[in-house]
């Protein structure tokens, strides 16, 4: 699968990075799904899929609500969906710790620390995914099949 290099086609919409601004971010994507006749299993993966990000960005990138910009861009072709996401936080590479499994799946649960594997689902819905750092952006390419 080549992940085109830019999100030129397909849908895009941008959002200040607010957590109040998920709700808009997930119906983005549910409108999107309904248009293109994405099936609910393939919307909701698409939709956990931003809310995962979209959350980390805000409260781990920007450290809280800002006004800094989140964009999204979505096309559909051949069942599956391209998610091209971007932000311009710190430079983070999410897919930098997925070739490993992390060492808090091997502890019991009560011991394990919070958080870390919103990153290891995503990894885990996406069937692939590229990562840059690019004019001060962080820019993730994902790819998910919307049919078998």
């Given at each position: 699968m080549t992940i085109p290099p830019s999100p030129a086609a397909g849908e895009q919409r941008a959002y200040a990075a607010r957590l109040a601004a998920l709700s808009d971010a997930a119906a983005f994507a549910q409108d999107f799904s309904a248009r293109h006749g994405i099936g609910h299993r393939s919307a909701s993966r698409l939709s956990l899929i931003i809310e995962e990000l979209f959350t980390n960005t805000v409260r781990h990138g920007y450290?809280?609500?800002?006004?800094?910009?989140?964009?999204?861009?979505?096309?559909?072709?051949?069942?599956?969906?391209?998610?091209?996401?971007?932000?311009?936080?710190?430079?983070?590479?999410?897919?930098?710790?997925?070739?490993?499994?992390?060492?808090?799946?091997?502890?019991?649960?009560?011991?394990?620390?919070?958080?870390?594997?919103?990153?290891?689902?995503?990894?885990?819905?996406?069937?692939?995914?590229?990562?840059?750092?690019?004019?001060?952006?962080n820019r993730l390419w994902l790819e998910l099949r919307t049919a078998a």
């Open positions: 450290r809280g609500d800002c006004d800094r910009p989140i964009r999204i861009a979505l096309a559909a072709a051949r069942g599956a969906v391209t998610l091209f996401y971007e932000d311009e936080a710190p430079r983070y590479d999410p897919l930098a710790g997925l070739a490993a499994k992390p060492a808090s799946l091997a502890t019991p649960i009560e011991s394990r620390p919070v958080g870390g594997l919103g990153v290891v689902l995503v990894g885990v819905l996406a069937q692939s995914a590229r990562y840059a750092h690019e004019d001060g952006c």
